[in-house]
């Protein structure tokens, strides 16, 4: 599966990439076990599974979210659309730490994937 994001995506890997903290090389390890969890998909899920699991909350597209195993204290999530008649996966949200965002998070991310989702669909149209 190819991997794509919206532009705001590379300032969150920027940042994410800079911070050698021990909690920030943890946070890039799990990013990177996520995002290598989507490249190894042979097709876009179907149903749940313990790693990726349907958004309900979004209106306007189908979307998942992808999860790590559990860590103490950091809980990052990918919220991705597979475009569909493609082997393309794009990743429309990153939560930087859900742990410390609770509800916010799951209460918005619908619509906020789908606004990216648009925003990606126009990016690449210009491409």
């Known amino acids: 599966m190819q991997i794509d994001w919206p532009r705001e995506f590379n300032a969150q890997l920027d940042r994410l990439d800079a911070d050698t903290t021990e909690r920030g090389r943890r946070r890039l390890e799990l990013l990177t076990f996520m995002l290598k969890r989507l490249r190894d998909l042979d097709a876009a899920p179907t149903e749940d599974t313990a790693v990726i699991k349907r958004v309900r909350q979004s209106r306007e597209h189908v979307v998942w979210r992808v ?15 597979f475009p569909p008649g493609t082997d393309r996966v ?7 730490d859900k742990a410390a965002m609770g509800d916010v998070f799951s209460e918005t991310v619908g619509v906020r994937a789908d606004r990216l989702i648009d925003r990606w669909v126009d990016e690449t149209k210009e491409a």
């Open 67 to 81: 999860s790590h195993p559990y860590v103490q204290g950091i809980a990052l999530r990918l919220i991705c659309w």
């Open 90 to 96: 794009v990743v429309a949200l990153f939560s930087g």
